[in-house]
């Protein structure tokens, strides 16, 4: 079956630090990748995509490379935010096949000014 | 904007009280989901329509129904609430066609379900 690996939290960094969560996966089809972020009393809003191996999705700062070889989807900020606390979820479905998703998770990150 | 919606954000009801959550949509997406989500966990998807196809999840509890009269709307029912379903209830949708490589979601605000 399906499934995705995320990093435990809380992640807690100070401002302007750099940010990596981790994220792996196994999968039984080619894959598209996705992290979700949701906000406190929020839902969860897509962060970034990346649909191939070797694409690199980015959004907001944040950056994550569909790696084949290794089978992983690192999310990393060069500079966090305290505005970036959140709750951070990494997910997968199948192209052309299964649609719904599969969930990490999720990884909170709290930055503390 | 086109998004989802879903009504009331907050809700309180009473123990074995039916209470009825609503989603609309104005993305036109085929696919709507229910997720019901716990503190500090990941949703966990409780049922699914694909068009007006009902797909519903082994493991949800049959306390739980759903309706999507159209394609815009979709509603969740919980017959005789216990304590243990305060949660949040998450609304999403995604557009699926057989030549999509990628099916991301949208997901609402989410309804905060009490129940005293």
């Known amino acids: 079956g399906n499934s995705v690996t995320q990093m435990e939290g809380p992640v807690t960094l100070s401002e302007e630090a750099f940010l990596t969560i981790n994220c792996t996966y196994t999968a039984t089809g080619y894959p598209s990748l996705f992290w979700y972020v949701q906000y406190p009393g929020e839902g969860l809003q897509l962060l970034l995509k990346a649909t191939k191996a070797d694409d690199k999705g980015s959004n907001k700062g944040f950056e994550a490379t569909y790696r084949k070889e290794t089978t992983s989807f690192h999310l990393e900020k060069g500079s966090v935010q305290v505005s970036d606390s959140a709750v951070y979820f990494c997910a997968l479905s199948i192209s052309g096949g299964s649609y719904i998703p599969t969930f990490g998770r999720g990884t909170s990150l709290i930055v503390h000014p | 904007d086109a998004m989802v919606i879903q009504n009331p954000r907050y809700q309180v009801t009473q123990f074995g009280k039916p209470v009825t959550l609503s989603c609309s949509q104005t993305?036109?997406?085929?696919?709507m989901y229910w997720y019901q989500q716990k503190s500090s966990q990941a949703p966990k998807l409780l049922f699914h329509?694909?068009?007006?196809?009902?797909?519903n999840e082994a493991d949800t509890p049959d306390n739980f129904q759903s309706r999507r009269p159209n394609t815009s709307f979709c509603f969740l029912d919980i017959r005789s609430p216990g304590l243990g379903d305060a949660a949040m209830y998450l609304c999403?949708?995604?557009?699926?066609?057989?030549?999509?490589?990628?099916?991301?979601?949208?997901f609402g605000p989410g309804t905060r379900l009490t129940v005293t």
């Open positions: 999403a949708t995604s557009r699926v066609t057989s030549g999509a490589t990628s099916y991301e979601q949208y």
């Open positions: 329509y694909y068009d007006k196809d009902f797909n």
């Open positions: 993305l036109n997406h085929n696919v």
